[in-house]
């Protein structure tokens, strides 16, 4: 069941399910949360990206390991990294603004790669540009090297989503402290999990960061607060219905066939042939898995130019004979591009690694997203998800159960336009409505500074993902220019206020 | 220079004193919040508190030891006490609220002796009154015993506020989805360091708590956001110059004189027998600090149907003679009344130990206070206070360094207005300003629901600590009846939205 497939998206997804394979079965795509970094998308945006990375200074803060324990222990403290780009900063005499990006579950030279809202932006706003590392990636690791950090739930303990937010406070505190910029406004900045820190940071944090751009964060996506039915697998399957029913319908018949191909003696060989694998399939759900993950990440990633679902589509639907498995694999290749071989080519890389690792520890400590298909109207195949088979695996492996309802309790969710609508101001939730995280993104608005910027065509963080680029679609521009309207009303009255308080 | 005194409060401070008597030298009270149930106003309290005990039924919650670290240690939980009284409320049909009392630096059996707020107004409010008695105070103890639990700074580690929010937050949601009653808005209320809680909590929890009443809750008394100026010791000073000129003057010069006696041979002798001490005085800084304590609780508890300020001054002022160790004399008399002997009778009893040393863990890890009296122009001696000195012998005493930037890092209050006037909500302030602690108050409105509720004649926790009494002042009945009035409107607010909303 190991997945395999050249786009880096699928490295992760393979990954975690390589590392707790054993912890849910049928229920994949329930245990991580796809990078925004990790696809398809992420790819084009690679291409796209024209700011200049040089121009980023590096520093490290002697970080608090455990913020909320005043005990001491000899590692106490570990280096946490940030980067600064000062070019376009108006300075401190003005209290020229601050943009701060904080950093997800990979490390910060892979985050840089993939992003476009900061350095598109910083010049208008005159901002200067912080990008913050999160702890137990990249090179903001505790107790000195990778293997004591992740040796066990002892020493992964600290590897949450409080410890990560309280890093930036002090981070972002020290930095406006060392430039006499404490007057400074600060907009945190982040996508995916990031855009769940950045809208968490806001809420906790409200006297360091002004305000806070959440791009598809599915703060909802925890405890019983949104409908399943309306989740996950539901909107990956509409994004594919919507784009062609033929499609759709093919999709949803397939694995019905490959099942009965591979009850057949010798089908894993006829399988294996009819999708040109690499080496001969071990089972059908390896070529299953493929599938499937390759649907969630075009869906997840359905971004311009490419559209990757109508790819698929075109391809599955181009194919004129009534062979289904033919039609799969057209769209495989429509996918993937022209290769000697297809489905278990899998080589890990050593950054991924990290990424499945730290995803796979955070997912089972306090990121329990109940993300199944339990539901038969759709074209995946059923994955419901076990909360209690999940807790004692999650237990097995690292010995502590996870705690699904932390995020509830420290965060809220529930009824979250009753609880906020008279508290909290100045958080952008953007979501683009064929990412299937959006399922459990804040989609309407909450008051009149708490915003849902929606695209009904977007998808998973498609607005910060990208730089600027002339082939973007109008309702992207426009997306980005309804934030950028946005932030800098909040500015207007923050410097107004500035004025009115000193 | 052990205090010793039979108000419950002296027993509080002295036992500061004696606990970290080898930390800061001269500083007195920089280590110590007075607790509101430590001193005269809360003998008085008790005496006017009409509420019957008896309806509170008593529960335990397995309460996570470490809520921001996911590993598993054998004492990963302990049981935390809460009481209830459910006799008023209105039920889960109509959503009636809920007051949660956050509970302080002592026993819950302590608190419940000192408060009229929440049993005074449930009846008018339907409300559910629910007591959170604070980790590591009462029968609330980690790791099985006291004795454990205090051991060192590894067990003490976890005793903090960003623990104990989250503690109040879990039962809070517990109780509520226990009695069905996930819509009944929930106050939160809590005097000094409860107030603190209880204002933190409303930030922290907006979707737990629908708002806070944070009485005497000085805040702002960390780091450098309020100036040293207009602290503490000059707020001490004012009361009693305002009450009478002559009186400050003699308060302010009977320490070189005290000192001129103590510097003569057999002069400890003769301060003796001045001051009727139980035993002799062994030097003259166990009769000044004595002295000093007795301003101090008089200043922060001047409250009426007595003002001890009023009576220490009537006594020292009534004193024809021109000796100034007399006049002195009798405010000693005034304040404690007619006793076989003075100054130097104190006996601990167990629980005001418990709080001395709780709160003298909490003063050494986050709640670092700079008060001192670095300038000359109050009527006590001067004590600066020194960061330096303060942080390394609290070091030498615990192994590890107080946090002293962490309260600021964590809940802000640093320009306070700019940093809240468009996020928040629901939170009253109220503060006596004749008490001391005041100086670090939030003492002018934030926003329209974030609220300063003054009295000038009013003294630390008045409205929160003493039942309702036809002895009221009207000042004091307007204060109480102002909370009410705000509170009923966030009230009628949240109905409207729950209405609009659900």
Redesign the interface.
């Known amino acids: 069941m190991v997945m395999q497939s050249q786009a880096l998206g699928y490295y992760i997804c393979s990954f975690l399910w390589l590392v707790i394979i054993s912890l849910i079965v049928s229920t994949s795509s329930s245990l991580n949360i796809p990078r925004l970094s990790a696809t398809r998308g992420a790819r084009i945006a690679q291409a796209l990206s024209t700011y200049d990375s040089f121009e980023l200074e590096t520093f490290y803060y002697t970080q608090?390991l455990?913020?909320?324990?005043?005990?001491?222990d000899s590692f106490a403290t570990f280096q946490q990294r940030y980067l600064i780009n000062f070019k376009h900063w108006g300075g401190s005499n003005t209290s020229a603004p601050i943009f701060a990006y904080l950093g997800a579950e990979e490390s910060l030279d892979r985050e840089l790669s993939f992003h476009g809202f900061l350095p598109d932006n910083a010049k208008q706003f005159q901002a200067l540009q912080i990008y913050i590392e999160h702890r137990y990636y990249g090179k903001s690791i505790p107790f000195g090297s990778r293997e004591t950090a992740f040796k066990n739930?002892?020493t992964?303990?600290?590897?949450?989503s409080?410890?990560a937010l309280?890093d930036c406070?002090?981070i972002l505190?020290h930095v406006k402290k060392k430039l006499h910029a404490?007057?400074s406004p600060i907009i945190v900045v982040g996508g995916s999990y990031g855009g769940m820190l950045a809208s968490w940071f806001r809420?906790?944090?409200?006297?360091?960061a002004l305000g806070a751009l959440a791009s598809s964060a599915p703060i909802l996506y925890f405890d019983e607060i949104v409908s399943r039915k309306n989740g996950y697998y539901s909107i990956i399957s509409r994004d594919f219905q919507e784009t062609s029913e033929s499609c759709y319908q093919t999709i949803k018949k397939s694995w019905s066939e490959i099942e009965e191909i591979a009850s057949k003696p010798n089908g894993l060989s006829v399988l294996s042939k009819k999708f040109h694998t690499c080496s001969p399939l071990g089972s059908s759900s390896e070529l299953e898995d493929h599938l499937e993950f390759m649907y969630i990440g075009a869906a997840q990633y359905d971004a311009p130019p490419t559209y990757p679902v109508t790819e698929i589509c075109g391809a599955i639907d181009g194919v004129s004979s009534k062979d289904t498995l033919a039609k799969i694999f057209a769209g495989l290749v429509a996918y993937e591009g022209k290769k000697s071989c297809y489905v278990n080519d899998y080589q890990p890389g050593s950054e991924s690694l990290e990424t499945v690792q730290g995803w796979a520890w955070q997912i089972c400590?306090?990121m329990v997203m109940p993300i199944g298909n339990g539901n038969n109207n759709t074209m995946l195949p059923p994955a419901p998800f076990d909360l209690k088979q999940y807790i004692a695996e999650c237990k097995a492996e690292y010995?502590?159960?996870?705690?699904p309802?932390?995020v509830t309790?420290?965060?809220?969710?529930?009824?979250?336009?009753?609880?906020?609508?008279?508290?909290?101001?100045?958080i952008i939730f953007s979501n683009g409505l064929r990412d299937p995280y959006s399922g459990g993104g804040v989609l309407h608005d909450i008051s009149d500074?708490v915003l849902a910027v929606t695209t009904t065509k977007g998808s998973h963080c498609l607005d910060l993902l990208r730089a600027n680029h002339t082939t973007d679609p109008a309702w992207l521009v426009n997306q980005r220019k309804t934030e950028v309207r946005i932030i800098k009303g909040w500015m207007l009255?923050y410097y107004a206020?500035?004025q009115a308080?000193?």
């Open positions: 608090t455990d913020h909320f324990n005043f005990r001491y739930a002892r992964l303990g600290y590897f949450n409080a410890q309280a406070a002090e505190i404490e007057h809420l906790k944090y409200p006297h360091v400590s306090e010995g502590v159960p996870p705690r309802h932390w309790t420290y965060y809220g969710g529930h009824d979250i336009r009753l609880a906020l609508h008279r508290f909290a101001s100045n500074t009255k206020d500035l308080f000193k």
